[in-house]
């Protein structure tokens, strides 16, 4: 307990419940227990002080309880050491000229003295202003909120003040929502926001302001267009606050600085409210009254109005048609119009100001709440996005600065997206851009980031104009990370694409990637340069002046994955192809020496995509040896896919040549697709690359002999003949009308398969509708017949020996016959639900050569044995009978 010597670092204990009859000991023992500054050693100190205490005199001679005469509250305290009162610290600029004037008085704000300032509270308006002028002083050393918030006197007194007060002056409400805003800086006293509910009172404080604001800037611009008509929003939004509240505040007198005020004697009092219009005669001593009187009925201008003399009704009618004779004269009088617009304009800017502080205290008390997800959901169902977007409007550099930055962090929810889309924020944010001030265009792009997510807003932003200024920020080092990232989002649309030639995006995002001396460059700036790469012009100005060459280097350099991606989206593009024949070689000689597979990918991508008829790929295998490198690669499982996709990719462009496709055949590299195909049947990718290399080679007819002899090909494409994918059922059909007509053994085969696959459905149906008859178990005689008799007609009778007939030679002699006499029968197996549907293929044979012809390559297979038990490989790959029935009938 012994002296600190720095007056700053001092705890103040207050003993409220210290009296005559308080136990010492009892006492001190809470006390230790209850502060962790003081050891449990000192407890016979703490006893000792409490005793003093408790048996001191006060200047009058009273005993503890008594109070000296001039002391406003008690304040009995225990203090290990007292000082002087630290020296009164000057308020920051957020604060009102009013509150400085007030507050200076005190020198010695400390909070020894709270409740004298809780005191004032409960005084008339100026007191309460200077009253929590000094709470805040108080509240805005950190060391004092621990204190403040165990005074639940003081905190309630607060709250109850902004409650019922806060429309009486805008002072008086920044003071208080600032005390409660330093509580919030702290995640530990958020509940003491919480408690007195003065989240809720700020955003209601809030929107009052911004409606009222609003509807002052309505009427001046009235004022300024006397002739026109106000616009809907300025009356319902005028309408809507005068309904709220009847406090609506005076924009001439209100809280202005004594110097500003006139004389209460120079402000008449109001018999009724003047007509609207009644603007222009601020020359008669009734003019600033009318005025005031147009814009709101004003209870603060009652007020200041009340002391003065009520003037009868003469005098009242009389200043009446004085006012509407100077308007009369006022409107012929630009110069005096001008002039009180000027007035006007210049109260507005000055009251703004003044609540714009009010503004920015309020929103950062909301920010630092949102912390909780509860609050901010709450913020949300009252509106709090629309308040913001409302004051996006402002002016003041620290207010936009804070109000975008709560955007940036309530736009990561789906909800304030939506709620900020259609308050068509979009077109409120390119003036904030053009401000020139750094931080608060780095939190702008931030925010446009976050929207630029959503499709549609992407597109508003077009529309807007945001390319060309977003643009102009990939030079500037400050906001170059986050301009290229909303570039990119804005370049996943095919049409914003086009868009970037009319800038110097593409070139500038290409010279930076050429002249960064890092070996990795931007990744979200590669990005950017790799979706624009698609769209031809973009591609051909990435390539212009000699870039190609650079880009190539680079690559080749740093073995850049995304880099080599960039130029394969280059070789897409059909004029710019033979650009690229001078690094064939280098990209094949890479093919062996890099072990780099997602480089190698790119690398295979780009000579895929070169097919050039002048390009000899034969030479191009045979020099480098890429044979032998393929074939390791198309084994199943040894590398990755996307290298063994793009690996079929770069053979089905050289079997266009016909030396490549026979080098392929003769070095097995079609056997090694067949069994790549049995291994990847469910990658339709895979699948779809190798049957369009076997299509390649079969158009040659030096290959299609081998083809067709030698591999299981054709058993492989008449399986997947039926696939589900479009794309391989068209190919498949390609290739397999080039193997009927070279191979008439094969032709009968694929005709046959057609013909099973087209009729499957109806054999099924026949075969379970013979299983059902075969396992039917009949009644006995006599249900027999009485069935037979209640539910069997007589036609039944007469055609049942179709049925039963053995001779079936003699049935399908008389089925022509039987059909015409039962045509008109209506129970006859010609008009029953397990008729034959009739057929749509068409053959020049009839069904029984077909049925022939099946038996005889039944008997052929069986004869060959194992030799043709190959051609009958059935793939995993499940069919959808009923899909391709139905298109079979299209067809």
């Known amino acids: 307990m012994g002296k600190i010597p720095v007056p700053n670092c001092q705890k103040i204990i207050r003993l409220r419940s210290l009296s005559a009859k308080t136990d010492p000991a009892a006492l001190a023992r809470e006390v230790v227990d209850k502060c962790d500054l003081i050891h449990k050693s000192q407890l016979a100190d703490v006893e000792q ?156 404080v809030m929107d009052y302001e911004l409606r009222r604001y609003e509807s002052m800037r309505n009427e001046l611009d009235i004022r300024k267009n006397p002739g026109g008509s106000a616009p809907l929003s300025a009356k319902a939004s005028k309408e809507k606050l005068n309904n709220s509240t009847d406090d609506f505040l005076d924009l001439m007198n209100e809280e202005k600085p004594k110097e500003m005020e006139p004389p209460r004697r120079r402000i008449p009092e109001l018999k009724q409210r003047p007509k609207s219009g009644n603007w222009s005669s601020f020359h008669s001593s009734m003019s600033s009254s009318l005025i005031k009187s147009q814009i709101l009925n004003s209870s603060y201008h009652e007020a200041l109005s009340a002391g003065a003399q009520t003037p009868d009704s003469g005098i009242s009618t009389n200043g009446d048609m004085k006012a509407t004779s100077n308007e009369a004269l006022d409107r012929n009088d630009p110069k005096a119009k001008k002039e009180e617009i000027e007035r006007l304009n210049k109260q507005l800017k000055l009251f703004a100001k003044k609540q714009e502080q009010l503004l920015r205290v309020a929103f950062y008390l909301l920010l630092n709440m949102a912390e909780n997800v509860k609050l901010e959901e709450k913020m949300r169902r009252k509106n709090i996005v629309k308040m913001l977007v409302k004051a996006l409007d402002r002016q003041n550099i620290d207010l936009l600065m804070l109000v975008t930055t709560f955007l940036k962090k309530l736009s990561i929810v789906g909800d304030n997206k939506d709620d900020m889309s259609e308050l068509n924020i979009v077109s409120k944010l390119p003036r904030l851009f053009q401000s020139g001030h750094t931080d608060l265009v780095q939190v702008t792009l931030k925010l446009v980031f976050n929207l630029s997510f959503d499709g549609q807003l992407r597109r508003k932003m077009i529309v807007a104009g945001y390319l060309p200024m977003l643009v102009m920020f990939i030079n500037d080092e400050k906001h170059h990370s986050i301009a290229v990232k909303i570039l990119y989002h804005m370049s996943l649309d095919d049409k914003v694409k086009a868009m970037f030639t009319h800038t110097e995006c593409v070139q500038m995002a290409t010279d930076a990637i050429i002249l960064n001396l890092n070996s990795k460059v931007d990744l979200d700036l590669i990005a950017l340069c790799i979706n624009l790469s698609l769209n031809r012009r973009n591609a051909q100005i990435m390539v212009e002046g000699n870039r190609l060459h650079s880009l190539m280097d680079r690559a080749f350099k740093y073995q850049d994955a995304l880099l080599m991606k960039l130029l394969r989206n280059l070789s897409q593009h059909e004029s710019l192809q033979p650009l690229f024949i001078d690094y064939v070689g280098d990209l094949a000689r890479v093919l062996t020496i890099c072990e780099d597979e997602v480089f190698l990918v790119e690398c295979l991508g780009i000579l895929g995509n070169l097919s050039l008829p002048d390009l000899d790929y034969s030479q191009i295998l045979q020099n480098f040896q890429l044979i032998p490198w393929i074939r390791s690669i198309l084994v199943p499982g040894a590398k990755l896919d996307d290298l063994v996709l793009d690996t079929i990719v770069y053979l089905g462009t050289c079997a266009h040549d016909e030396l490549c496709a026979l080098l392929f055949c003769r070095a097995n590299v079609v056997l090694s697709l067949i069994e790549l195909l049995k291994a990847k049947q469910e990658d339709d990718e895979i699948v779809l690359q190798i049957i369009f290399v076997f299509q390649q080679i079969l158009r040659h007819e030096s290959t299609r002999e081998y083809m067709i002899k030698e591999t299981e090909s054709p058993a492989y494409l008449i399986d997947l003949m039926h696939d589900k994918n479009a794309e391989i059922r068209k190919i498949c059909d390609y290739c397999l009308d080039i193997i009927a007509i070279s191979d008439n053994e094969w032709a009968k085969r694929i005709k046959l398969e057609k013909f099973r696959n087209h009729n499957s459905q109806w054999l099924c149906m026949v075969e379970s509708q013979q299983h059902e008859d075969n396992n039917e178990d009949y009644q006995d005689e006599e249900e027999e017949e009485h069935d037979l008799d209640n539910y069997l007609r007589g036609e039944y009778l007469d055609n049942c020996d179709l049925y039963n007939s053995n001779n079936t030679q003699k049935e399908s002699e008389d089925t022509e016959m039987e059909s015409n006499n039962n045509s008109n029968n209506p129970a006859s197996p010609a008009n029953s639900s397990y008729s034959r549907p009739v057929s749509s293929f068409r053959r020049s044979q009839d069904l029984d050569d077909i049925y022939n012809m099946s038996l005889s390559t039944k008997s052929q297979g069986s004869s060959q044995g194992d030799s043709t038990s190959n051609y009958l490989f059935k793939s995993n790959k499940s069919l959808d009978s009923e899909s391709l029935h139905e298109e079979l009938l299209l067809a």
């Open 49 to 204: 002080i409490i005793f003093y205490l408790k048996h001191r005199k006060d200047n009058a001679g009273g005993g503890v309880d008594t109070h000296d005469t001039n002391t406003k509250g008690p304040r009995s305290a225990i203090a290990s050491h007292r000082s002087t009162v630290r020296p009164h610290t000057t308020m920051s600029t957020s604060m009102s000229s009013s509150t400085h004037s007030k507050s200076s008085d005190s020198s010695d704000v400390s909070i020894n003295h709270i409740d004298e300032y809780v005191e004032l509270l409960y005084e008339d308006l100026s007191e309460r202003i200077r009253g929590s002028a000094m709470i805040l002083q108080v509240a805005r050393n950190p060391d004092n909120l621990e204190e403040l918030e165990k005074n639940e006197a003081c905190l309630s007194a607060l709250s109850r003040v902004l409650r019922e007060d806060w429309r009486k002056s805008l002072d008086l409400s920044t003071n208080i929502i600032y005390i409660f805003f330093c509580f919030s800086t702290y995640t530990k006293f958020h509940p003491v926001i919480v408690q007195y509910k003065i989240g809720s009172l700020c955003m209601d």
